[in-house]
């Protein structure tokens, strides 16, 4: 049995797609799960409950967390934390081993311009810090011998999936699907890595049921001929024949804007991402399992066209 804690986001959804390769046993964990694969089983939670975590992993041989907790930094240091003790406990317990979906904010400052597995941890961010905390308790358990685990890094991502959790479909492909000039955050540019959701669960699925994969630090794997905001946009303003104008969003408009949006109140301290070249190497997985991960034309192609496809007519 492959359990997914958190089941229902951009990449639960993609990941339990992506372990059919692997298994036929799946289960689906989160407060109101869904069915992806005729054949899923699903478990409602409530991960503020430790016996509740216990029960979805017991019987697991591999427990994915893709949980995602609101975007907000008092909900992330009371929530995350409680919710990884808990889950490392109970895969300690149940003898199961864990795959932690998790961002690179525990990396900070000038060290996000090549972002490699050995990239040291230093947060300079609150968020930052959370997630910090999360990746070194989860590696200590290892150290100690407890727990098998993988932490798989993944940059932002964009799909066709929950889109509304993605900065890149919030900011482009929103705004020229309503015919609005594209935005992009501090300066567009600068390089920033984008992930893939497709080939960031494809990846997970894969390190997940690689036994020589654990207990180290991967790089989810992503096209690396990274871009420019500028050329983010162009990509999705050629496939959209739309304006490749470009609204740079500096940081004094988000603090303004987040005044009325409680999201964007969320983001000043996250500029360092897009003041920087945000370059995310993930050349140890490429060279591992020699994949090759779809390009960024693609993958915006791919994205849209599943757009239109799904869209009301």
Request: charged share 20%.
């Amino acid at each position: 049995m492959q359990t997914i804690l958190g089941s229902g986001g951009a990449i639960g959804t993609d990941l339990a797609k992506a372990l059919k390769q692997f298994t036929g046993d799946i289960k689906l964990v989160s407060r109101n799960p869904v069915k992806v694969n005729d054949t899923d089983i699903l478990f409602s939670a409530d991960f503020a409950d430790s016996l509740q975590i216990s029960k979805a992993i017991e019987g697991s041989d591999i427990c994915y967390i893709t949980v995602g907790f609101e975007y907000n930094i008092k909900v992330w240091q009371q929530k995350w934390p409680e919710f990884i003790r808990n889950t490392v406990a109970a895969c300690v317990q149940h003898q199961t081993k864990l795959v932690f979906f998790d961002n690179v904010y525990a990396i900070g400052g000038d060290n996000v311009k090549h972002i490699t597995e050995n990239s040291p941890i230093s947060p300079t961010s609150k968020k930052g810090e959370v997630r910090a905390s999360l990746d070194r308790y989860i590696l200590e358990e290892v150290e100690k011998g407890k727990l098998e685990a993988i932490i798989a890094r993944a940059p932002d991502f964009f799909g066709p999936v929950k889109k509304q959790n993605s900065l890149l479909m919030n900011l482009v492909y929103d705004n020229m699907a309503k015919g609005k000039t594209a935005q992009w955050f501090g300066n567009p540019d600068v390089v920033h890595t984008m992930g893939y959701t497709p080939d960031l669960a494809k990846g997970t699925a894969i390190l997940g049921n690689s036994p020589d994969a654990y207990n180290q630090i991967w790089n989810l794997p992503v096209d690396m001929n990274s871009l420019t905001g500028k050329e983010w946009v162009k990509l999705f303003a050629d496939e959209m024949k739309a304006s490749d104008k470009i609204q740079a969003v500096p940081v004094w408009m988000i603090r303004l804007l987040g005044v009325f949006i409680p999201f964007l109140r969320e983001m000043p301290e996250m500029m360092y991402q897009f003041d920087h070249d945000f370059n995310f190497d993930s050349s140890k997985f490429i060279n591992r399992f020699s994949i090759v991960p779809t390009s960024n034309k693609e993958a915006v192609i791919e994205t849209i066209n599943a757009l239109r496809n799904i869209a009301p007519r």
